[in-house]
C-alpha cells in the first residue's frame, strides 16, 4: 500500500523558515518525481514544486521560487520542502504528492503551516 | 482566485448523476488533455479520480468518469452515494512545468 506521511508542520512567524518532510512507503520510491501541493486556509490548492525521480530536475512557481527548495533523500525515501522567508500567504496544509502523466495519483495527509505574528 | 473555474456547490439526489465543470482557457485546459480530478474528504488524504481527462486509476469505481470539450473539463458522478459527499477539485497541467487547480466544488448528497 503506498503511504505518504508528512511532518515538521507548525506556527512560524513571518521571515522565519521551517522544513517540512514526507516518508514514503509501500513502492520504490526513487522511480518517482514528487510533488508538494499547499491548501490555502480558504480551500483553494497550488501547485509549490516538483522534483524529477533522482533530484536532478526540480521546479518551482514564481510564488516560491527563491525561498523555497525541494530536495529528496532516495535512501531514506524521504522528500523535503525548505521553507524560508515565509510569507502570511504561505500558510496552509501542505501535502505531498507522488507525480503520475501530468497528475498527482497519491497523496498525504498533509501538515499544517501556520506563518504568522 | 483560481485559474480554474468550478461552481463552489452542486448537489444531487442518492442515485442520481451530477456534472462539475471546470473552465479554464487555452493555456491550460484547452491545450493540454492532462486534466485530472480529486476528491478530498475533510481530515483524509486526497484522491485522484481522473486523469488525462478520462482515464481511472484502479480502484477508482466507474460511477466517476470525465470528459474535456475546448477548454472545459467536467466530472460526472453517477449513482450517488452518500460517501460522494466532498469536495472535488480539477487541475491542469498548464506548459512550462506548472500546474493549476480550480477553486474545488463542494458536493451534497441529498
Known amino acids: 500500500e503506498v503511504q505518504l506521511v508528512e511532518s515538521g508542520g507548525g506556527l512560524v512567524q513571518p521571515g522565519g523558515s521551517l522544513r517540512l518532510s514526507c516518508e514514503a512507503s509501500g513502492f520504490t520510491f526513487s522511480d518517482y518525481w514528487m510533488h508538494w501541493v499547499r491548501q490555502t486556509p480558504g480551500g483553494g490548492l497550488v501547485w509549490v514544486s516538483l522534483i524529477s525521480n533522482d533530484g536532478t530536475s526540480i521546479t518551482y512557481p514564481e510564488s516560491v521560487k527563491g525561498r523555497f527548495t525541494i530536495s529528496r533523500d532516495n535512501a531514506k525515501d524521504t522528500l523535503y520542502l525548505h521553507m524560508n522567508s515565509l510569507r502570511d500567504e504561505d500558510t496552509g496544509v501542505y501535502y505531498c504528492a507522488r507525480h503520475l502523466a501530468y497528475s498527482f495519483d497519491y497523496w498525504g495527509q498533509g501538515a499544517l503551516v501556520t506563518v504568522s505574528s | ?110
Open chain 2, 1 to 110: 482566485q483560481s485559474a480554474l473555474t468550478q461552481p463552489p456547490s452542486a448537489s444531487g439526489s442518492l442515485g442520481q448523476a451530477v456534472t462539475i465543470p471546470c473552465t479554464g482557457a487555452s493555456v491550460d485546459v484547452g491545450g493540454y488533455s492532462s486534466v485530472s480530478w480529486y476528491q478530498l474528504h475533510p481530515g483524509k488524504a486526497p484522491r485522484l479520480l481522473l486523469y488525462e481527462a478520462t482515464k481511472r486509476p484502479s480502484g477508482v469505481p466507474a460511477r466517476f468518469s470525465g470528459s474535456k470539450s475546448g477548454t472545459t473539463a467536467s466530472l460526472t458522478v453517477s449513482g450517488l452515494q452518500a460517501e460522494d459527499e466532498a469536495v472535488y477539485y480539477c487541475s491542469s497541467y498548464t506548459g512550462s512545468t506548472n500546474w493549476v487547480f480550480g477553486g474545488g466544488t463542494s458536493l451534497t448528497v441529498l
